[in-house]
C-alpha cells in the first residue's frame, strides 16, 4: 500500500530536550516536505526537499533540522524545542518533476511543555 | 515569498446548495494549485488541483477555475451533502507550497 508514515503519532516533552520526528515514504517519490499546523494558520511549510542531499528552508525553519540520506526517509529534527513549537506536524510528498500531487503522513501531535 | 489569502473563513449552507472558497496569491510563478479537504482529527487529502495553463477543472460536484491575470482561484461545490462538512485548504506552488488558512464549512441537513 502507498503511504506516508510518521512516528511517533503523539508526543509530549519538555523545552530543550532534543527529539526526532520520523517521515518514510514507500512510493519512491523524490519530492518530501514538513508542515506545522496551528489554529488560525493553515499550513506552513518548515523544509522541504526535492531529493537525495537536498534540502531547502520552507516558510518557518527556525528550531527545525531536517537531512534527507536517503530517498524514503526525511525526520524532523528539534534540537533543543521551545513551547513555541507545540504543533500539529505533518510530512509529505509526491513525485517531483511535473508530478505535483502530495500525499500526507497521519501527523504527529508535539506538546513542549 | 508567496502569499495566499483565502475566504470565507467559515461558510454555512443548506444541503443541495452550492459553496464556494475563493484564494489569492502574489507570485506569478506558481503554477500549480491544489485544494485540500481536512476532516477533523486527520490529514489532508486532494480534492482537486489545476495548472496554470488551464482555466478550469471539474470532477463530479467539485469544480476548481483559475484566472492567472487577476491571480485568484476558486472552489466550486454543487449539490452539497452533509459529508462535504470538513474544513478546505487552498494552495500555490512553484518549489514550495503555500497554504491558505483554511475554510470551515458546515453543510446544514
Known amino acids: 500500500e502507498a503511504q506516508v508514515t510518521q512516528n511517533p503519532r503523539y508526543l509530549i516533552t519538555v523545552t530543550g530536550k532534543k527529539l526526532t520526528v520520523t517521515c518514510s515514504q514507500n512510493?519512491?517519490?523524490?519530492?518530501m516536505s514538513w508542515y506545522r499546523q496551528d489554529p488560525g494558520l493553515g499550513l506552513r511549510q518548515i523544509y522541504y526537499?526535492?531529493?537525495?542531499?537536498?534540502?531547502d528552508k520552507g516558510d518557518v525553519p527556525e528550531g527545525y533540522k531536517v537531512s534527507r540520506k536517503e530517498k524514503r526517509n526525511f525526520p524532523l529534527i528539534l534540537e533543543s524545542p521551545s513551547p513555541n513549537q507545540t504543533s500539529l506536524y505533518f510530512c509529505?510528498?509526491?513525485?517531483?518533476?511535473?508530478?505535483?500531487?502530495?500525499?500526507f503522513g497521519p501527523g504527529t501531535r508535539l506538546t513542549v511543555t | 515569498g508567496e502569499n495566499v489569502e483565502q475566504h470565507p473563513s467559515t461558510l454555512s449552507v443548506q444541503e443541495g446548495d452550492s459553496a464556494v472558497i475563493k484564494c489569492t496569491y502574489s507570485d506569478s510563478a506558481s503554477n500549480y494549485f491544489p485544494w485540500y479537504k481536512q476532516e477533523l482529527g486527520k490529514r489532508p487529502q486532494l480534492i482537486i488541483d489545476?495548472?496554470?495553463?488551464?482555466g478550469e477543472k471539474k470532477d463530479q460536484r467539485i469544480a476548481v477555475t483559475l484566472n492567472k491575470t487577476a491571480k485568484h482561484f476558486s472552489l466550486h461545490i454543487t449539490e452539497t451533502q452533509p459529508e462535504d462538512s470538513a474544513v478546505y485548504f487552498c494552495?500555490?506552488?512553484?518549489?514550495?507550497?503555500?497554504f491558505g488558512t483554511g475554510t470551515s464549512l458546515t453543510v446544514i441537513p
Open positions: 526537499s526535492m531529493n537525495v542531499e537536498v534540502t
Open positions: 494552495a500555490a506552488n512553484g518549489n514550495q507550497f503555500y
Open positions: 489545476i495548472r496554470s495553463n488551464v
Open positions: 509529505a510528498s509526491s513525485g517531483g518533476g511535473s508530478s505535483y500531487e502530495q500525499y
Open positions: 512510493m519512491n517519490h523524490e519530492y
